[in-house]
């Protein structure tokens, strides 16, 4: 079992960040997320897109702001499991909860709190009449592993970044890379579609617009997919392949916490501003997760959530202890594996 002082459920930036804070209080975290990497939506839905209201950045790219706090809190070594939803909650007659997860993993924590953005997110799915036959025989939502494609003959549809992403990353990776989409125009970063198109042009993507997956075939194992190019009908295309990977993008869904007893409200879970603790001692709910009066789904407001959120957290761990809040530009940050960050010293030298 895994134990730790708190317990983050969901690993996109608010989450990320109140590892951070936490480690300021010398409180050590474990984050689980259903997703296979850190970074919520950031990371798995638009990590090229810029982002312009995160205090001191004018402008930054999400991807590159989860690649900047996992380097914040680094220091603190948070641990992670990923590719795995929370599933069931248990409280313990010491008052510390049991979180397990899908895959029977289990977490041991005095401290809960749900940063699952949106929720966990499922897959949005084609709606092909025997497209579960072929899942996990050739049929993916995510990619967890580039090199599982490596000189596979792949097609994927879709018209977003993730699609047009990982489009661009198997030109190097797949015998033959197919991007299939029902419009002419993208929704993606302007960069990533001309990539697309320069190695459309190189003959290291087939980009078949306008068009959608119509059928899939194959014994067991899919085997090759039908295109109907939609600006002739008539004109259905058999593609022999090895993987079918539909990026349509993550429904959000609040998933099994939503029978954790919680108060929930609109899909979103219940909080005291006081300090985002939900109607259940000992667990709290940040970012997007939540709602209140007043409640905007911003990023730096997760931010400013997971502050607060640690502060009640480590009185509740330390009752009988009494935090004296410094500023880390005055005592600086030190990290569980030894490092200190600090301003230098000024030097006071006497006149003689």
């Given at each position: 079992?895994?134990?730790?002082?708190?317990l983050i459920?969901?690993?996109?930036p608010?989450?990320?960040?109140a590892?951070?804070?936490?480690g300021?209080?010398q409180?050590?975290?474990?984050?689980?997320?259903?997703?296979?990497?850190a970074g919520?939506?950031?990371s798995?839905i638009?990590p090229?897109k810029?982002?312009y209201d995160?205090?001191?950045?004018?402008e930054?790219?999400?991807?590159?702001?989860?690649?900047?706090?996992?380097e914040?809190?680094?220091?603190f070594?948070?641990?992670?499991?990923l590719g795995?939803?929370?599933e069931?909650?248990?409280?313990?007659?010491d008052?510390?909860?049991?979180v397990?997860?899908?895959?029977?993993?289990q977490h041991?924590?005095?401290i809960?709190?749900?940063?699952?953005?949106?929720?966990?997110?499922e897959p949005?799915?084609p709606?092909?009449?025997?497209?579960?036959?072929?899942?996990d025989?050739?049929?993916?939502?995510?990619?967890?592993?580039p090199e599982?494609?490596?000189?596979?003959?792949?097609?994927?549809a879709?018209?977003?970044d993730?699609a047009l992403?990982?489009?661009?990353?198997?030109?190097?990776?797949?015998?033959e890379v197919?991007?299939v989409h029902?419009?002419?125009e993208?929704?993606g970063?302007l960069?990533?579609?001309?990539?697309?198109?320069h190695?459309?042009n190189?003959?290291?993507?087939?980009?078949i617009?306008?068009?959608?997956i119509?059928g899939?075939n194959?014994n067991?194992?899919?085997?090759?997919?039908?295109i109907?190019?939609?600006?002739?009908a008539?004109?259905?295309i058999?593609?022999?392949?090895d993987?079918f990977?539909p990026?349509?993008g993550?429904?959000?869904?609040l998933?099994p916490?939503?029978?954790?007893?919680?108060?929930?409200?609109?899909?979103?879970i219940k909080?005291d501003?006081?300090?985002y603790?939900?109607n259940?001692?000992?667990?709290y709910?940040?970012?997007?997760?939540?709602?209140?009066?007043?409640?905007?789904k911003l990023i730096?407001?997760g931010?400013?959530e997971?502050t607060?959120?640690c502060q009640?957290?480590?009185?509740r761990?330390?009752?009988?202890k009494?935090?004296v809040?410094k500023?880390?530009?005055?005592?600086?940050?030190?990290?569980?594996?030894?490092?200190?960050?600090e301003?230098?010293?000024?030097?006071?030298?006497?006149?003689?």
């Amino acid at each position: 079992m895994i134990k730790t002082d708190i317990l983050i459920i969901g690993a996109g930036p608010t989450g990320l960040f109140a590892v951070f804070e936490a480690g300021l209080l010398q409180l050590k975290c474990h984050l689980i997320d259903a997703l296979p990497q850190a970074g919520g939506q950031c990371s798995e839905i638009y990590p090229k897109k810029p982002i312009y209201d995160i205090p001191g950045f004018p402008e930054v790219l999400a991807g590159d702001l989860v690649d900047n706090l996992m380097e914040q809190i680094r220091p603190f070594q948070p641990g992670f499991t990923l590719g795995e939803r929370a599933e069931t909650i248990e409280k313990l007659e010491d008052g510390s909860f049991v979180v397990t997860t899908n895959k029977g993993t289990q977490h041991n924590a005095p401290i809960v709190a749900i940063a699952g953005g949106l929720g966990s997110f499922e897959p949005r799915k084609p709606l092909l009449e025997n497209l579960g036959d072929y899942e996990d025989n050739g049929v993916s939502y995510i990619i967890k592993d580039p090199e599982a494609f490596r000189n596979k003959r792949v097609v994927i549809a879709g018209g977003g970044d993730s699609a047009l992403d990982w489009s661009i990353f198997l030109a190097d990776v797949a015998s033959e890379v197919t991007l299939v989409h029902r419009r002419n125009e993208f929704r993606g970063a302007l960069d990533s579609v001309e990539k697309v198109q320069h190695l459309k042009n190189q003959g290291k993507i087939n980009l078949i617009t306008p068009g959608e997956i119509v059928g899939l075939n194959g014994n067991e194992k899919l085997e090759s997919v039908v295109i109907r190019k939609t600006s002739n009908a008539a004109e259905d295309i058999t593609l022999d392949v090895d993987n079918f990977i539909p990026l349509f993008g993550l429904s959000p869904k609040l998933g099994p916490i939503a029978d954790w007893g919680l108060e929930i409200e609109k899909n979103a879970i219940k909080v005291d501003t006081f300090d985002y603790q939900t109607n259940v001692p000992g667990i709290y709910a940040i970012g997007d997760v939540n709602t209140y009066p007043g409640k905007l789904k911003l990023i730096l407001c997760g931010f400013h959530e997971a502050t607060l959120m640690c502060q009640s957290a480590y009185q509740r761990i330390f009752p009988d202890k009494k935090y004296v809040m410094k500023y880390t530009t005055v005592g600086g940050v030190s990290g569980f594996d030894g490092s200190k960050k600090e301003a230098p010293k000024a030097v006071i030298k006497a006149i003689d």
